[in-house]
C-alpha cells in the first residue's frame, strides 16, 4: 500500500477481485476503513447483526490503515499506527466443519498462525518462527500476533496483525519486536503481504472444515521449535510454576514437563524464559 491514503480502499478492492479465485469463502465481503478502534470490533459488531441467512458475515475481511485502540490477548494493547502494519480480521465458521467440529473450533489459533507463516514466506520469503499460542517471531522478536475472538455459536473472529516496517512498534520495543522490512532490508507492499496471507488462511481454513488436523499440527511444530525444549513459567490458582515445553497435544495445548510429570495449558499468560 504505496499509494495516498484515499486511494487504499480502490487499490485492496481490487487486488482482492484479482485473487479471488485463491481465497475461497475468504473476502465474500469486503470492508476497508482507512481508521477504526479495532478491526474484530467491526467484524464482532456484523456477527452481531446477522439475523438471517442474507446477513451471515462468514469469510467477511476487514482490513484498516490504522486502528486506535488496537489489542491483543488478554486486553494487551496493539500498536497499530497508520500504514506500518497490515490490521485484519476475518469471520470463519469452523463449527460447520465436516469433522468434529469442536475441535475445528479449537485448532482455530493455531490453523492461523500456521498460514500467516507460509502466507509472509510466499510474500516475502522470510521464514517466521511460531510461539505458542499466538505470535509470530523473526529472529526470537515479535512481528505480529493473533486474536480470535467468538462472535456466536457458529463464528469465530480471526484478527491479526504484522508489523511491516519498524514505525509500527514503539522505539522502546526494538530489543523485542521487529519488522518485515527491517527482517527483509527492502520495501514491502502490505497488499501482497495481505492476499498472500488470506490465500494461506483459506488453504488451512479448509484443512480445518475437512478435519485435516494432523496436517495443520505438523506445520504448525514445523515451525515452532520453541514448542519442545524451552523453559516457561507461568501463573495458577495454587500459585507460580515453570517448567520445559514438551510440545502441543491433539487439541493444541501446550505440554510442560514439571519434574516428573507434564502439565497442559489452555489458556493464560506464559512466560518464555
Keep these: 500500500m504505496r499509494s495516498s491514503r484515499a486511494d487504499d480502499g480502490l ?11 485463491r481465497l475461497g469463502p475468504l473476502a465474500s465481503t469486503f470492508v476497508f476503513l482507512p481508521a477504526i478502534g479495532s478491526t474484530n470490533d467491526v467484524a464482532l459488531a456484523r456477527c452481531a447483526k446477522n439475523d438471517d441467512a442474507a446477513a451471515d458475515p462468514h469469510g467477511l475481511v476487514v482490513v484498516a490503515d490504522e486502528q486506535t485502540a488496537g489489542r491483543g490477548r488478554r486486553g494487551h494493547a496493539w500498536f497499530s499506527p497508520p500504514r506500518a502494519g497490515l490490521y485484519a480480521s476475518v469471520v470463519l465458521a469452523p463449527a460447520s466443519a465436516r469433522v468434529d467440529p469442536s475441535r475445528a473450533t ?14 509472509i514466506a510466499a510474500a516475502t520469503g522470510l521464514a517466521v518462527d511460531l510461539k505458542w499460542p499466538n505470535d509470530l517471531l523473526a529472529a526470537r522478536r515479535k512481528l505480529g500476533g493473533i486474536l480470535a475472538e467468538r462472535a456466536s455459536e457458529a463464528h469465530v473472529v480471526v484478527g491479526y496483525g504484522i508489523n511491516v516496517d519498524a514505525s509500527a512498534f514503539p522505539p522502546e520495543l526494538h530489543d523485542r519486536a521487529t519488522s518485515l522490512e527491517s527482517e527483509t532490508g527492502r520495501a514491502i507492499d502490505r497488499i501482497h503481504v495481505l492476499i498472500e496471507t488470506l490465500a494461506a488462511l483459506a488453504r488451512r481454513y479448509d484443512d480445518l472444515l475437512a478435519g485435516r488436523f494432523d496436517a495443520i499440527l505438523d506445520a504448525w511444530r514445523t515451525h515452532a521449535p520453541g514448542a519442545e525444549g524451552a523453559r516457561v513459567a507461568w501463573t495458577t490458582n495454587a500459585g507460580a510454576m515453570s517448567g520445559v515445553t514438551a510440545g502441543i497435544d ?24
Design 250 to 273: 491433539e487439541q493444541g495445548a501446550l505440554m510442560v514437563r514439571v519434574g516428573d510429570r507434564v502439565e497442559r495449558i489452555v489458556g493464560g499468560e506464559v512466560a518464555w524464559l
Design 11 to 21: 487499490e485492496l478492492r481490487t487486488a482482492i477481485d484479482g485473487a479471488r479465485p
Design 106 to 119: 479449537t485448532l482455530v489459533t493455531l490453523a492461523a498462525g500456521v498460514a500467516l507463516a507460509e502466507g
